[in-house]
């Protein structure tokens, strides 16, 4: 058995969050479900930009949610991907442009 730092049992108690805080759950889990409606943007539409934001928070418990989520909600592998792809591009440009502060500081230093 594969040990990680997340139990991945523990996304089936994501619920039980309501325990210390039940008045807030509530308020949080309305507001979830009503996100994922149907809207301007389709379910799977939804379902794959939570994937990539998943990917580019990190969060293990998201990724395996949305993975499925996606899945079922008709999206393909490559559409799947191709989100994963679209949060890299994201995230390494925010890193990349950060390099503009980096050279603005050394072209301040070097005069």
Same mark, same amino acid.
């Given at each position: /058995?594969q040990k990680?730092y &997340?139990?991945p049992a ?7 969050v309501? !325990?210390?805080?039940p008045e807030?759950a ?5 507001y &979830?479900?009503? $996100?994922f =409606? !149907? +809207?301007a @943007?389709?379910?799977?539409? =939804?379902? @794959?930009? *939570? @994937?990539? $934001?998943?990917h580019?928070?990190?969060?293990? &418990?998201?990724?395996? *949610?949305y993975?499925s989520?996606?899945l !079922?909600? +008709?999206?393909?592998?490559q559409q /799947?991907m191709? *989100? $994963?792809h ?6 390494g +440009?925010?890193?990349l442009?950060?390099g $503009?502060?980096? /050279?603005?500081?050394?072209k =301040?230093?070097? /005069?």
């Amino acid at each position: /058995m594969q040990k990680t730092y &997340y139990d991945p049992a523990d996304l089936k108690k994501f619920g039980d969050v309501a !325990e210390f805080q039940p008045e807030l759950a509530k308020k949080f889990f309305d507001y &979830y479900g009503d $996100v994922f =409606k !149907e +809207g301007a @943007l389709t379910a799977r539409e =939804k379902s @794959l930009i *939570a @994937l990539a $934001v998943s990917h580019a928070i990190q969060c293990p &418990y998201c990724i395996d *949610a949305y993975t499925s989520d996606s899945l !079922e909600k +008709g999206a393909t592998e490559q559409q /799947m991907m191709e *989100a $994963v792809h679209v949060t890299t591009a994201i995230r390494g +440009g925010a890193s990349l442009v950060h390099g $503009v502060q980096m /050279m603005n500081k050394v072209k =301040k230093l070097s /005069m």
